[in-house]
């Protein structure tokens, strides 16, 4: 018995899909460069538009919010998290170290407007570990939270290493110096650009064949 072929009314989606590909391969060309133009137009849109957006991570109206402003609005610090400087030695007793208390008071200096707490100003030992060996400076600084302000901790790490003697280290990190090391600065916005250039071309490429699969 000879089957009858079903009765659909409209397009099936394999047959958009088909005659999307005849068309991109017949067109190819202009799909490619339409492809490169439209790429390059976002990504001169997204760095202009950047500057517009909402760009602080809190949310207005809530307790965290209201409670950070009214410690900027009293201090001066409180929205942006603080970057956190970290002192360690093998061998010395980085807690009593006057190098260690010198770069930390470089470091001050070096943030204006900043609130900064350690062991040296609080004479707290929760900034020391417990073999004495590592300690920590906390950096509060200044001004709002915003997407488009860096943590600075590349200036935060030469200023605290700068005259350290040899055998104790300073690094940075933070929630903030974290986040930007992750995307590796300004560099991921043209990695996703070269990334979809190289994508429109590998479609051009792919489209080159005369064949198309047959959806059945």
């Given amino acids: 018995m000879e089957s009858q072929p079903n009765s659909v009314t409209g397009a099936t989606p394999a047959g958009r899909l088909a005659r999307l590909g005849h068309f991109t391969t017949r067109y190819r060309w202009p799909v490619i460069i339409a492809w490169i133009v439209l790429t390059l137009i976002g990504g001169v849109a997204a760095g202009k538009?950047?500057?517009?957006?909402?760009?602080?991570?809190?949310?207005?109206?809530?307790?965290?919010?209201?409670?950070?402003?009214r410690a900027l609005g009293a201090l001066g610090v409180g929205v942006r998290p603080?970057?956190?400087?970290?002192?360690?030695?093998?061998?010395?007793?980085v807690g009593k170290s006057p190098a260690v208390r010198a770069a930390m008071a470089r470091v001050a200096k070096a943030s204006p407007g900043a609130l900064t707490s350690s062991v040296f100003s609080t004479g707290d030992a929760m900034?020391?570990?417990?073999?004495?060996?590592?300690?920590?400076?906390?950096?509060?600084?200044?001004?709002?939270?915003?997407?488009?302000?860096?943590?600075?901790?590349?200036?935060?790490?030469?200023?605290?290493?700068?005259?350290?003697?040899?055998?104790?280290?300073?690094?940075?990190?933070?929630?903030?110096?974290?986040?930007?090391?992750?995307?590796?600065?300004?560099?991921?916005?043209?990695?996703?650009?070269?990334?979809?250039?190289?994508?429109?071309?590998?479609?051009?490429?792919?489209?080159?064949?005369?064949s198309w699969p047959r959806w059945v």
Avoid at 62 to 68: F, M, V
């Fill in 49 to 69: 538009l950047s500057s517009r957006w909402y760009q602080s991570l809190a949310v207005p109206g809530k307790p965290a919010y209201e409670g950070s402003q």
């Fill in 82 to 93: 603080p970057s956190v400087v970290v002192f360690h030695s093998p061998s010395v007793d």
């Fill in 127 to 210: 900034y020391v570990s417990r073999d004495r060996h590592t300690t920590f400076m906390q950096v509060y600084p200044p001004g709002q939270n915003r997407l488009d302000v860096k943590s600075g901790a590349e200036k935060l790490r030469a200023v605290a290493a700068a005259g350290l003697p040899a055998g104790i280290t300073a690094e940075v990190t933070g929630y903030n110096p974290l986040g930007e090391a992750s995307t590796n600065g300004s560099g991921g916005e043209s990695n996703v650009l070269v990334e979809a250039l190289i994508g429109g071309l590998g479609a051009g490429r792919g489209c080159r064949s005369p």
